[in-house]
């Protein structure tokens, strides 16, 4: 057998110094003393190369996972990816409802047998501020599918325990960062992961990533509301150049860009995502919502300028569509609303009409009074020699050009 000696002392073969046997035991092989020489074990590799392995799929030496050949008898260690830092976030607003009301825009709210201030519906805070301010709400979808590792992007297992972590990372790291670096930097407010699920087929099949919902509110332009399509565009441009990274979540999005969906919130279709009355309808638009009080409900709402169809009561109208007085008690209510209402545009009419009236009566006296005094062959004579005088003077200053 190549590369052995015989042992006399039972009969055996064994390899000469510096060599290894083959797999099969047919001869010795010159022990490894450098990356991609023959090796049986990893120790073999180690006494030539530090942090190397022997690959067994093809019995070589080669450098462990995280490094890379530098020569052939020295592996380097590979650059590490960067570790998420958590943002630390300033504990909600405590409330009771008198402090609550003095937040523009926020409510009172227990969660978690906590009370705190929550925006009222169509607003949103921006990070670390107290005020609360009108904004336009859309929903994005996206499927996680791998996560940064020690050196390289590795699957994303779905676990529920990491539900609150993920979704920091997927809406400061990833969505706050895209938006703040983009054309929309003066209209982001801030975006909330409203639903984390597992995106495998069942259950069990957890080593597919995660399916996340995200709320985006952007400051409210309800003239000129943000196009779900400039949105998706810029979301769309940020994860393609980045090959599929989310912002600085270290979080990688499935590609194609079809598994990417930006659409905008109904908030009409869910109950908890609008304030209107019952006696109201909702109305979807883009970025927010409308409510406008049934036929035959007035609209009593506290500021019907900015939150109208919140408070809806029965109409004071009687079976004939007239207006009808409610009484009780022998008195009965005025609606004074509209008797005001209609007094102004009474008096407004009868203002306009007085002042016509008195211009156009001093127009007609004037001309009476100019014919009265000098009858109309003498207006005509006048009327004559101010012509005269006017073309006299224009033939003296062209004389004078001359």
Known sequence: MMNTKCHTANYTCQCL????????????????????????????????????????????????????????????????????????????????????????????????????????????????????????????????????????YIPLMYNETRTSELAQRVTLGGIQHIFINSVFSDRYVSSDAVNITNAGKDDSDTANGIRVSILLHLTAYYLNATRVKDISEVLLQSITRSDGKLGESLLEVHLPSNSILVADLDECAIQERNDCSPNANCLNTLGSFICVCKPKYDDESANKSLRRGRICVASKIGDDGQHSEVCSSDKCETNWEYVALALVIFLLFVFTFITYEIIQRKQDFSARKLYEKFGTTKIRKLRQASMRRLQASKRKKQEEKN
């Open 17 to 152: 110094n510096g060599h290894i046997p083959f797999i099969n035991n047919t001869g010795c092989h010159k022990a490894p003393s450098k990356l991609g020489d023959y090796c049986l074990t990893e120790r073999d590799c180690l006494r030539f190369v530090g942090m190397s392995t022997c690959d067994v799929s093809n019995n070589t030496c080669v450098c462990k996972y995280g490094y890379y050949q530098r020569t052939p008898t020295y592996c380097l260690e590979r650059k590490r990816l960067p570790v998420y830092t958590a943002v630390e976030l300033a504990p909600p607003i405590g409330c009771n409802k008198d402090k609550c009301e003095a937040w523009n825009n926020s409510l009172c709210e227990r969660v978690n047998n906590v009370s705190v201030c929550r925006c009222d519906f169509r607003h949103a805070r921006r990070l670390d501020e107290l005020t609360c301010i009108p904004v336009q709400t859309y929903v994005i979808t996206l499927h996680i599918v791998k996560e940064a590792g020690k050196y390289d």
